[in-house]
């Protein structure tokens, strides 16, 4: 015969998790340290001690998605590959993040065990290690679950990647088909059934960088389509550069799954997030070339040849329709998809 009281609660975060004491001691140790576990973090000192090589680039984010776990990922990996991202696309090798938790009091220590796990996973993409850290918890209703910041510091391999480089007759590429990781997002949180297989994009960038650099395609300029899709990056690159940019619709890669919820919810996908697909500006010469990289390593067959530089329209984005017209591809307006990262 089962009784109730034989159920024994589900394990949480409390408030003393995050004072100092014996339980904080607890959580780091059994959690984060044996996560994360490198000499540098072992050694518990007030601040990471780093050897630094030649120019250095340094990034911060802070990811509050909702929801925490989403199709293809979960705030851990997006913390992980959102700052790893930041830094493989000025052309550097991510070698140390930090990392703060801020959690709310109740969250289940299962999910977050499963979120810290995840994000180790992902360092190990690229080798990256965490070497120092905080963790705070704070009462109930203050953090909607867990928000997470990450900053790192990488070691430039690749100099002069740059908003302000594009140049005339430079071809633009795309890594991987459009807006996956704001669809994404919308279908989980409006909790949506649909009968596909679409999953967010969210992925460590810095293997396939990493090869680009090592076949020496010259890149100059090269950014993760975050927050504003490809739009924004497009837009911010024709103004920095004071160049136009004109790209064709139909070779803009967007998987049915994505068409299909822009056309339901009335967006467009090249507004929307990514979380692992990249643009890049390049010569024209050695765009085919760097395509078949992207393609052999970072196993995306959608990757595209979408557009050129130009000196028409300078500071704008031109879109070409598959009906032979042309607008301007403006910025995105209003609140698309507020907390995707």
Request: glycine share 10%.
């Amino acid at each position: 015969m089962s009784h109730a009281f034989d159920n024994k609660p589900e394990k949480a975060v409390q408030l003393s998790h995050g004072g100092g004491g014996k339980e904080m001691n607890k959580l780091i140790k059994e959690i984060f340290f044996k996560a994360f576990n490198n000499p540098i973090l072992a050694s518990e000192e007030d601040a990471a001690v780093l050897h630094l090589e030649g120019t250095t680039a340094f990034t911060t984010d802070s990811f509050t998605v909702a929801p925490l776990f989403f199709a293809g990922g979960n705030i851990g990996k997006l913390a992980v590959a959102g700052t790893v991202n930041d830094l493989a696309m000025m052309g550097a090798e991510p070698q140390y993040l930090s990392c703060s938790f801020i959690i709310e009091e109740g969250f289940p220590m299962t999910q977050l065990k499963q979120i810290v796990e995840t994000m180790a996973d992902e360092l190990h993409k690229s080798s990256t290690r965490v070497v120092c850290g905080d963790t705070k918890v704070v009462p109930k209703g203050c953090a909607d679950g867990l928000f997470i910041n990450t900053s790192g510091v990488g070691r430039i391999l690749c100099p002069n990647i740059s908003v302000k480089n594009l140049q005339v007759g430079d071809a633009i590429l795309v890594s991987g088909d459009i807006g996956r990781h704001g669809a994404a997002i919308l279908m989980a949180r409006e909790g949506l059934n649909l009968e596909s297989e679409l999953v967010s994009d969210c992925a460590n960038l810095w293997p396939v960088v990493e090869q680009l650099i090592a076949c020496n395609i010259d890149i100059h300029a090269m950014r993760d389509a975050t927050r504003g899709g490809l739009a924004a990056v497009l837009n911010e690159w024709a103004s920095a550069s004071n160049i136009g940019i004109t790209v064709e619709e139909s070779k803009i890669p967007v998987s049915d799954e994505v068409k299909g919820l822009c056309e339901l919810y009335g967006f467009e996908p090249h507004d929307l997030a990514n979380e692992g697909t990249f643009i890049m500006a390049l010569p024209l010469d050695v765009a085919q070339g760097a395509l078949e990289i992207i393609k052999r390593y970072g196993n995306c067959e959608q990757a595209a040849i979408i557009g050129q530089v130009d000196d028409t329209h300078t500071g704008k984005v031109v879109l070409k329709t598959p009906w032979g017209s042309s607008r301007y591809l403006d910025l995105p307006h209003g609140e698309l998809l507020p907390r995707i990262c």
